[in-house]
Structures are given as structure tokens and as C-alpha cells.
Antibody, heavy 122, light 107 residues
Framework: EVQLVQSGAEVKKPGESLKISCKGS????????IGWVRQMPGRGLEWMGF????????RYSPSFQGQVTFSADKSINTAYLQWNSLKASDTAIYYC???????????????WGLGTMVTVSS | DIQMTQSPSTLSASVGDRVTITCRAS??????LAWYQQKPGTAPKLLIY???NLESGVPSRFSGSGSGTEFTLTISSLQPDDVATYYC?????????FGQGTKLEIK
């Protein structure tokens, strides 16, 4: 069974750093792109970008380029989303999701994690 | 970036009704279009990929059609379990943008 298990909710202060995780199981983690999607409170879905765990190739939405960093550790089937300096506007649920077909980025997301709620408040 | 616009933003219909949600792209996305369902407090769920292909396990009352810049998601007979917000997503361009969502309610 394919699963993406995300790390737990976080409460941080503005300016702090944070790294959240997404661990895949039940499939060949290295050969499927993993995407990240933001959902701000009461709002819609925003595509942030992808990472290919096999070689850590990354693609960022222009809206998120320079604001976050994607990384992956293929030895433990885990992808990460990182901030160096959080802002209150980063408060949101962050989902990781798997591309439906292996290797390509040109597909929909077929499996999703449950999401990680990140709250940034002073 | 390709902008995706859904209409209506909110839709109220009765059980058994045929429901249609429209998604328009600011430029062609060919047939690289997906639909997701998100129930409150849960992660999105893939319903349809490549415009009209039903994801495994999705009830056959859901269907998708369209091409280029205009797409529709149809529920042939609305059920109480279909209360959710529905999103389209294009994956034709570099940035795989989502529509703003359509909230579906039961009358």
C-alpha cells in the first residue's frame, strides 16, 4: 500500500527555521517525483514545486523560489521542505504528494500525505 | 503562468441532481488536466486525470471532459457523500497551477 507519512504539526516564531518531512512507503520512492502543495487557512491549493528523490533534482514554482528549499534522503525514503526564516504568512497546511507515473513530472498527484500544519506566530 | 478559473465558486444542488463544474485555462493545457476532491479537514483526493480518465476506486458518477482551455467535471447523480470542494489542476506548463476551487453543497 502506497503511503506518504508527514511529520507532525509545528508552532514557530517569525524568523525561526523549520524542516518538515514526508516519508514514502509501499513503492519505489526514488523514481517518482514528490510535489509540495500549500493550503493557507480557508484558502485553495497552491503548487509549490517538485523534487525527484533519485537525484534530488528540484523544480520550484516562481512564487516559492528562494522562499523554501526541497531536499530528499533516498536512503530513508524521505523528502523535506525547509524554511530558513519563517514569516507569519507561511502559516498553512503543507501537503506532499506523489506524481501518478514514475519518472515524469507531467502527471497528476495520485497519493497525498495527510498534511503538516505549520503555525508561525509571535 | 497559466491561470485556472473555476465556476461557479459555490454550488448548491439536490441529491440526485446532475452537477457540472467548469474549469477554464488562460491558455491551452491540451488535455493535461486533473480534478481533485477535498473534504473538510482531509487531504485532496485525485478523481480524474488527463481530462477524462477516472482514477481507480472513484465512483462512475464522476466524469470529466474538455480540451484546450475549457473543461468540465460532471457528477451524474449527486450523493450526500459528494459534499466537498473540487479543484482542477493543469500539468501542461512548468508550474502545475490549481483552480481556486468550487465548494459543493447539498440543498
Amino acid at each position: 500500500e502506497v503511503q506518504l507519512v508527514q511529520s507532525g504539526a509545528e508552532v514557530k516564531k517569525p524568523g525561526e527555521s523549520l524542516k518538515i518531512s514526508c516519508k514514502g512507503s509501499g513503492y519505489s520512492f526514488n523514481i517518482y517525483w514528490i510535489g509540495w502543495v500549500r493550503q493557507m487557512p480557508g484558502r485553495g491549493l497552491e503548487w509549490m514545486g517538485f523534487i525527484y528523490p533519485g537525484d534530488s533534482d528540484t523544480r520550484y514554482s516562481p512564487s516559492f523560489q528562494g522562499q523554501v528549499t526541497f531536499s530528499a534522503d533516498k536512503s530513508i525514503n524521505t523528502a523535506y521542505l525547509q524554511w530558513n526564516s519563517l514569516k507569519a504568512s507561511d502559516t498553512a497546511i503543507y501537503y506532499c504528494a506523489r506524481q501518478r507515473r514514475m519518472v515524469t513530472t507531467s502527471d497528476a498527484f495520485d497519493f497525498w500525505g495527510l498534511g503538516t500544519m505549520v503555525t508561525v506566530s509571535s | 503562468d497559466i491561470q485556472m478559473t473555476q465556476s461557479p465558486s459555490t454550488l448548491s444542488a439536490s441529491v440526485g441532481d446532475r452537477v457540472t463544474i467548469t474549469c477554464r485555462a488562460s491558455q491551452t493545457v491540451s488535455d493535461w488536466l486533473a480534478w481533485y476532491q477535498q473534504k473538510p479537514g482531509t487531504a485532496p483526493k485525485l478523481l480524474i486525470y488527463k481530462t477524462s480518465n477516472l482514477e481507480s476506486g472513484v465512483p462512475s458518477r464522476f466524469s470529466g471532459s474538455g480540451s484546450g482551455t475549457e473543461f468540465t467535471l460532471t457528477i451524474s447523480s449527486l450523493q450526500p457523500d459528494d459534499v466537498a470542494t473540487y479543484y482542477c489542476q493543469q500539468y501542461y506548463s512548468f508550474s502545475h497551477s490549481f483552480g481556486q476551487g468550487t465548494k459543493l453543497e447539498i440543498k
